[in-house]
């Protein structure tokens, strides 16, 4: 598959998918937008005011982060703010409280700024099932090795019956012994969040690199078995990974394919809530809970994590979008503090 991505067929796929949410999509409250104006991505395609793809290669530029993600304290049960004077509205936090309480059972959510390290988090250790959102730093595993020259991006791994999974994705439908190379597979795990891509790749390569990985990033989940490609996590261990993922994004040009794929996938709830923003997501939806994790682009780009257990009054994935929007509300007060801060 070529590296680059037919733009046409970016924009096709995005709007049908776009199409597909404006039809089954629930109602939730509405969130306003962050003017794109001075945002530091270029490359940015929008039709009807929704972003249809965009290119994150302005990251070359950058610095590496440095948030020291794995020692920021938090308390449990209450909305927890570090690294800032910024305070949530009474309003505002009556809202979330009011919809994290009435919800029944657990959920989760967690924003770090990329630009200066305020965060804001909710029960962010709280354990999670992955789903298909292992993908992503599993992926980011693979790319890194691609990139040190470890991984022939260009191998061929071939399909076998013990790959098969009737989940999401393409593969299933190809015959037994189709051969893919290790950069279709990460395409196709990424993009379409296909199952026996994620499958093939964990067969082929394993665990003990990609735990080694986890290990010195410091998260407390998100490790895999020999036997077993999918995982738990939390909040604060899916932060972690998107906050690499970005740095990587930084210092390699693989790094910036992999961010531009999570950036322009089938599958991301941000764009549900704030589709006039651009955003890299890697979503999962468990057997017992929901989770969507990734950085959302506004004019102070920052990580955004939501996850919630099945079982609540009104849905895991309702009360995952409930959060994106809150988190967004969140952001627009804290842009503007920060206004008032500077000015």
């Given at each position: 598959?070529?590296?680059?991505?037919?733009?046409?067929?970016?924009?096709?796929?995005?709007?049908?998918?776009?199409?597909?949410?404006?039809?089954?999509?629930?109602?939730?409250?509405?969130?306003?937008?962050?003017?794109?104006?001075?945002n530091t991505l270029n490359n940015i395609e929008?039709?009807?005011?929704?972003v249809t793809s965009f290119s994150v290669a302005?990251?070359?530029?950058?610095?590496?982060?440095?948030?020291?993600?794995?020692?920021?304290?938090?308390?449990?049960?209450?909305?927890?703010?570090?690294?800032?004077?910024?305070?949530?509205?009474?309003?505002?936090?009556?809202?979330?409280?009011?919809?994290?309480?009435?919800?029944?059972?657990?959920?989760?959510?967690?924003?770090?700024?990329?630009?200066?390290?305020?965060?804001?988090?909710?029960?962010?250790?709280?354990?999670?099932?992955?789903?298909?959102?292992?993908?992503?730093?599993?992926?980011?595993?693979?790319?890194?090795?691609?990139?040190?020259?470890?991984?022939?991006?260009?191998?061929?791994?071939?399909?076998?019956?013990?790959?098969?999974?009737?989940?999401?994705?393409?593969?299933?439908?190809?015959?037994?012994?189709?051969?893919?190379?290790?950069?279709?597979?990460?395409?196709?795990?990424?993009?379409?969040?296909?199952?026996?891509?994620?499958?093939?790749?964990?067969?082929?390569?394993?665990?003990?690199?990609?735990?080694?990985?986890?290990?010195?990033?410091?998260?407390?989940?998100?490790?895999?078995?020999?036997?077993?490609?999918?995982?738990?996590?939390?909040?604060?261990?899916?932060?972690?990974?998107?906050?690499?993922?970005?740095?990587?994004?930084?210092?390699?040009?693989?790094?910036?394919?992999?961010?531009?794929?999570?950036?322009?996938?089938?599958?991301?709830?941000?764009?549900?809530?704030?589709?006039?923003?651009?955003?890299?997501?890697?979503?999962?939806?468990?057997?017992?809970?929901?989770?969507?994790?990734?950085?959302?682009?506004?004019?102070?780009?920052?990580?955004?994590?939501?996850?919630?257990?099945?079982?609540?009054?009104?849905?895991?994935?309702?009360?995952?979008?409930?959060?994106?929007?809150?988190?967004?509300?969140?952001?627009?007060?804290?842009?503007?503090?920060?206004?008032?801060?500077?000015?």
């Amino acid at each position: 598959m070529k590296k680059q991505i037919n733009t046409l067929f970016i924009i096709s796929i995005s709007l049908s998918f776009l199409l597909l949410i404006s039809v089954i999509s629930l109602n939730i409250n509405e969130s306003n937008s962050v003017n794109l104006e001075d945002n530091t991505l270029n490359n940015i395609e929008q039709v009807d005011n929704k972003v249809t793809s965009f290119s994150v290669a302005d990251f070359a530029n950058k610095e590496e982060n440095t948030i020291d993600i794995v020692s920021k304290k938090y308390y449990d049960n209450t909305i927890s703010i570090s690294d800032t004077n910024f305070t949530i509205s009474s309003e505002l936090t009556s809202k979330i409280m009011s919809t994290i309480n009435s919800y029944g059972v657990a959920s989760s959510f967690y924003i770090i700024s990329l630009d200066d390290g305020m965060s804001i988090g909710y029960n962010v250790d709280r354990q999670y099932e992955t789903a298909s959102s292992i993908k992503a730093p599993y992926a980011l595993y693979i790319y890194e090795e691609i990139d040190a020259g470890n991984i022939d991006s260009d191998k061929k791994i071939k399909y076998q019956s013990y790959h098969y999974n009737k989940g999401t994705g393409i593969i299933k439908n190809s015959k037994f012994g189709t051969e893919y190379t290790v950069r279709d597979l990460l395409y196709y795990s990424l993009n379409d969040s296909d199952n026996i891509a994620h499958i093939m790749l964990h067969k082929e390569f394993g665990v003990k690199g990609y735990n080694s990985m986890l290990k010195n990033l410091g998260t407390k989940q998100l490790y895999l078995t020999y036997s077993n490609p999918w995982a738990y996590t939390s909040c604060r261990s899916a932060a972690i990974i998107w906050q690499e993922i970005y740095n990587f994004s930084i210092r390699s040009e693989e790094g910036i394919n992999l961010l531009n794929i999570l950036s322009n996938g089938k599958y991301n709830y941000y764009k549900e809530v704030m589709p006039s923003i651009p955003s890299a997501s890697k979503t999962g939806f468990a057997n017992k809970d929901v989770v969507e994790t990734g950085i959302v682009f506004d004019n102070h780009p920052y990580i955004a994590i939501a996850m919630a257990n099945k079982g609540g009054n009104i849905g895991a994935y309702s009360q995952v979008i409930k959060l994106i929007g809150y988190m967004n509300d969140v952001m627009l007060e804290y842009n503007d503090y920060l206004n008032t801060t500077i000015k």
